[in-house]
């Protein structure tokens, strides 16, 4: 049996999907799937942290999450990323969960796509999540174990067109293949490394396609034919997020309706 499983004969079967005493770290939980994903991690023991540039909203949320704690950080910025984690370590506890999910994109064809744009979405989309992650990974790896949980998209795995997003394309590839090689650095240290990749869900992001063509275009192409409710990435995020992906490195988990899977 490996030195890192969870193998525990007197544990119930949803008991494997707690976070109890555990402390998560959320990015961009400000709005839409960021504070929605706080939410479900709170649900299931964590004490959640969570990360974002409006701390009025991150505050709003702390008053709903008892225990949870509102940090303001720009994630374009280096020098907040690095205040996150030690103001984590320092204040809350050892991070054995980090949940990457701020995230930049923007609907534009590339003729007309500036070049400081792509950086942005690079900067924001990817090497974010690799510096996180390298932050918070030797805290896991000397506390024995931990779950860093990217969130991707659909459009990491199948272009975006006839919505025009280069930047974000190739940022969201980008994180699923980040994903790939952190897991396999990390797996024998006790640290699991996967991809979350939503498709069509409510969010600021999407918040634009409200309109009935929008709606249409959704309809038409998704063999499931509707925008994902919120709640339908909650059993992938605590599966990514939990022991019950002991057994899971590099993975991207798709939750998309079947858009990929044509």
Known sequence: MSEHSVTNSSRQPLDIFRLDGRVA??????AGLGAHFARVLHGAGATVVMAARRID???ALVAELPGAV???????RAEDRERLVARTVAEVGVPRVLVNNAGIGYKVPVETEELDWF??????NVTAIWHLSK???PHMIDAGS???VNIASMFGMVGASPVKQAHYCASKGAVINLSRELGLQWARKGVRVNSLCPGWFPSEMTAAMDDEASMNFVRTMSPIPRLGELGELDGALLLLASDAASFMVGSSVVVDGGWTAR
């Open 57 to 59: 909203r991150l505050e």
């Open 146 to 148: 931990g779950n860093i």
């Open 135 to 137: 932050l918070c990974a």
């Open 119 to 124: 950086r942005e979405a690079m900067e924001v």
């Open 25 to 30: 770290i959320v990015t961009g939980a400000s």
């Open 70 to 76: 509102a940090i303001e950080a720009d994630l374009a």
